[in-house]
């Protein structure tokens, strides 16, 4: 199985930075794509960032030109740089990752999701 593990979460003040991580590990052959996602109180769960193994970005429309994702393929982790923040970024922060892997002398490819981690940004 795969197992990501979340780190970075925390409170900072509006106008602040952060950096999510994420880190992948267990029977991974390969990660095909990253994303992260966020869920507010009271809110759905929304795409953030995604980014593929060979490097293609796409961002939800609130944070372009504010938060940057990229990837260390040769550690199985994923970043999400965070700057400037407001408060409307205030929320649980989950990794997703479409991993390619094996289990029972199988190939499988499936999605993982890491534990989350709560950002707040105070106004």
């Known amino acids: 199985q795969v197992q990501l593990v979340e780190s970075g979460g925390g409170l900072v003040q509006a106008g602040g930075s952060l950096t999510l991580s994420c880190a992948a590990s267990?029977?991974?052959?390969?990660?095909?794509?990253w994303n992260w996602y966020r869920q507010a109180p009271g809110q759905q769960r929304e795409l953030v960032a995604g980014v593929t193994s060979d490097g293609n970005t796409n961002y939800t429309d609130s944070v372009k030109g504010r938060f940057t994702i990229s990837i260390k393929n040769a550690k199985n982790t994923v970043y999400l740089q965070m700057n400037p923040m407001n408060p409307e970024d205030t929320a649980v922060y989950y990794c997703?990752?479409?991993?390619?892997?094996?289990?029972?002398?199988?190939?499988?490819?499936?999605?993982?999701w890491g534990q989350g981690t709560q950002v707040t940004v105070s106004s």
């Open positions: 997703n990752a479409d991993v390619t892997g094996w289990a029972d002398h199988e190939i499988t490819r499936k999605y993982y």
């Open positions: 267990g029977n991974i052959f390969s990660i095909n794509a």
